[in-house]
């Protein structure tokens, strides 16, 4: 049973920057890869960041050159930074493991998210 738990998310201004982690349980002995998604209401799960098995990073052409994704092995954990964020990154952030580093497909594990805010 693969657990994933999102946390730092919070309300921030535009322009400001943000930490958020993923936390992962019950992976045993593989190590994954592992991404972000962000969702907002009434519209398609999106793909932000990704990060593979050998730390081969993806990013989204809208967080390009301000975020950030890097994994901690040994912690089982996984993080996204971002700065000079925007109102529209205003989403629930989704941390995802999966086997495959195809992030256009929706596939493995997903956490219950982590709301980020971002608004004057």
């Known amino acids: 049973q693969v657990r994933l738990v999102e946390s730092g998310g919070d309300s921030v201004q535009p322009g400001g920057s943000l930490r958020l982690s993923c936390a992962a349980s019950g992976i045993g002995s593989k190590i994954p890869a592992m991404g972000w998604y962000r969702q907002v209401p009434g519209k398609q799960r999106e793909f932000v960041a990704g990060?593979?098995?050998?730390?081969?990073?993806s990013y989204a052409d809208a967080v390009k050159g301000r975020s950030t994704i890097s994994r901690d092995n040994a912690k089982n954990t996984a993080y996204l930074e971002m700065s000079n964020l925007k109102p529209e990154d205003t989403a629930v952030y989704y941390c995802?493991?999966?086997?495959?580093?195809?992030?256009?497909?929706?596939?493995?594990?997903w956490g219950q998210g982590t709301q980020v805010t971002v608004s004057s």
């Open positions: 995802n493991c999966r086997s495959s580093t195809r992030w256009s497909l929706r596939l493995g594990s």
């Open positions: 990060i593979g098995k050998d730390g081969i990073t």
